[in-house]
């Protein structure tokens, strides 16, 4: 598997995984999960420093979102 196979095969699975359900008992073992894989691609250098930065932001602000939305929920019911 070539280098740049390898980096789209594991952003799309990274991806499919952001963008997925994801139990509320469960956010921060998600965002955990999602911050450690960002780590791993940039230690083999899938990815530089930016992109690892920007994607953990993404993988925060879904945490934000998600936490918010279980708040919302709680709130109104």
Request: negative net charge; without cysteine; hydrophobic residues 40%.
């Amino acid at each position: 598997m070539t280098e740049s196979t390898d980096k789209s095969r594991r952003l799309a699975d990274w991806q499919e995984r952001l963008d997925g359900p994801v139990a509320v008992d469960q956010l921060d073992a998600w965002n955990a999960e999602l911050r450690n894989e960002v780590d791993q691609m940039k230690a083999v250098g899938l990815i530089d420093p930016e992109e690892a930065h920007d994607l953990r932001e993404l993988a925060d602000a879904a945490y934000s979102h998600h936490v918010e939305d279980a708040l919302t929920r709680e709130l109104n019911s």
